[in-house]
């Protein structure tokens, strides 16, 4: 319970930034002892920020940077991939998660680390890509 008011947090937080473009994709990780969050915002323009945040404060932008021409491509894969995935929300005391922001609505998945369901490996190889390739260039 405790996480999914920190989650909730951390997605209305999403879209204090960049108010002239709106989010796209968010992704992050986050629970445990300390209750921390660390994740990404990508927005439409193509600019990601890496933030992190302490449960009861602010967000806190790490850096922000844009995307260059292949990892937009590489982001448009993603998103329509992640359009074809049911819902899934099973999260646990560390979670992982990503949020996708469609034109009419918010798709959300959240998983624990350990986590062998068939949907919670495919997010997982997702998210792990979405690290590797989004990071800056």
């Not at 990508?42 to 920020?49: F, I, L, P, Q």
């Not at 034109?103 to 997702?126: C, E, K, M, N």
Request: include cysteine; charged fraction near 15%; proline fraction near 4%.
């Amino acid at each position: 319970m405790k996480f999914m008011y920190y989650f909730s947090l951390a997605l209305l937080l999403t879209g204090v930034r960049c108010r002239s473009h709106a989010p796209w994709l968010s992704w992050g990780e986050g629970g445990g002892f300390t209750g921390a969050q660390h994740g990404y915002t990508v927005y439409t323009n193509g600019t990601v920020e890496a933030w992190a945040q302490r449960p009861g404060q602010a967000r806190h932008l790490q850096r922000r940077w844009k995307l260059n021409a292949s990892q937009q491509q590489f982001l448009e894969t993603v998103y329509q991939q992640l359009q074809g995935l049911p819902a899934y929300t099973s999260p646990a005391n560390y979670t992982r998660f990503i949020v996708l922001y469609a034109s009419r609505d918010t798709l959300r998945w959240a998983w624990g680390v350990a986590d062998t369901h068939a949907t919670a490996r495919a997010l997982q190889t997702l998210y792990e890509t979405l690290n590797q390739k989004l990071q800056r260039p």
